[in-house]
């Protein structure tokens, strides 16, 4: 018997502290509750067309971004490699494979590589040894990349083509030849970091 004023007085405490943490709760003033916003990606592709690579906007909350890599309509994809490049005030922390590169249950996975840059990644995907290539229909994922506020801001996000380029925008199929996938102009977007 003598623990249960010790319970009771630790369940008063503990649900005294919970009100004090929600501000007493309900004063009504606006300038008490915190403003969240998520952060954005606003897509530059209005229609894509047979072997456009491009990206969407997967998911957000207020700290964070996940970017779908996409393919429309293209075959013989076995091996997959871009960079991107993106505002300072976004900082890559993960990514998931997409069911492109799953399909027909591979006998290993897809061995993906991501390597930070100054001002972007680097990403190559590829399928395995006796894997044979896959084939998108429609637009299908690639790969999502998901990503963290590290500041504020709004800039482009974007395959890096072109000068100061550290890889070369390419799909191979399983014999190392090229695919005739399309990476510019206007595959990427703007991204907000309120």
């Known amino acids: 018997m003598p623990r249960r004023p010790f319970r009771a007085s630790a369940f008063a405490l503990a649900a005294a ?9 309900g004063g009504g003033d606006d300038h008490d509750s915190v403003v969240c916003t998520n952060l954005t990606f606003d897509r530059a592709m209005v229609t894509p067309g047979a072997g456009d690579i491009y990206m969407d906007q997967a998911s957000s909350t207020c700290s964070s971004l996940d970017v779908v890599i996409l393919v429309s309509n ?36 897809p061995v993906v590589l991501v390597s930070p840059t100054a001002n972007g990644v680097q990403v190559a995907v590829s399928r395995l040894g006796s894997d044979p290539p896959v084939n998108a229909t ?9 990503f963290v506020r590290a500041g504020s801001g709004v800039g482009v996000f974007d395959f890096k083509t072109g000068a100061g380029d550290l890889i070369s925008e390419s ?19 703007m991204v907000a970091i309120p």
């Open 74 to 109: 293209l075959t013989g994809i076995y091996t997959v490699g871009f960079d991107l490049t993106y505002p300072s005030a976004l900082q890559y922390q993960s990514y998931s494979v997409g069911p492109l590169m799953l399909k027909g249950n591979p006998s290993a996975p």
């Open 17 to 25: 502290l919970l009100l004090a943490g929600c501000g007493g709760g």
């Open 171 to 189: 799909v191979f199929d399983q014999n190392g030849n090229a695919r005739p996938a399309v990476w510019t102009p206007s595959h990427g977007g």
């Open 138 to 146: 429609g637009s299908e994922a690639l790969i999502s990349l998901h």
